[in-house]
């Protein structure tokens, strides 16, 4: 059974740091393309970024330059560090393994609330 799990939300004030984590199990995880994308209230899920199973990565123009996406193949873990956060990053996180239109799973989500 494919399970993705990620951890690390919370509250922080703009200008703050955060890390999310996303852990995968019952996938042959190296071989994935790894993505994160968010959902804010009332509007569409976009994809923040993208970790190929070469380790090209791909961010979204809002986030290029304060998030960077990592992964470690043996943990079967990949990382969302968010750096310089603004309100605007507000919303619920999801983690993405994607191999093909078949095989693509999806987490629960975490919060990142971004408030002062």
């Known amino acids: 059974q494919v399970q993705l799990v990620e951890s690390g939300g919370g509250l922080v004030q703009p200008g703050g740091s955060l890390t999310l984590s996303c852990a995968a199990s019952g996938v042959a995880f190296s071989v994935y393309y790894m993505r994160w994308y968010r959902q804010a209230p009332g509007k569409q899920r976009e994809l923040v970024a993208t970790?190929?199973?070469?380790?090209?990565?791909n961010y979204a123009d809002s986030t290029k330059g304060r998030f960077t996406i990592s992964r470690d193949n043996v943990k079967k873990t990949v990382y969302l560090q968010m750096n310089s956060l603004k309100p605007e990053d507000t919303a619920v996180y999801y983690c993405n393994a994607h191999y093909s239109d078949m095989l693509s799973y999806w987490g629960q989500g975490t919060q990142v609330t971004v408030s002062s």
């Open positions: 970790i190929t199973s070469g380790r090209s990565t």
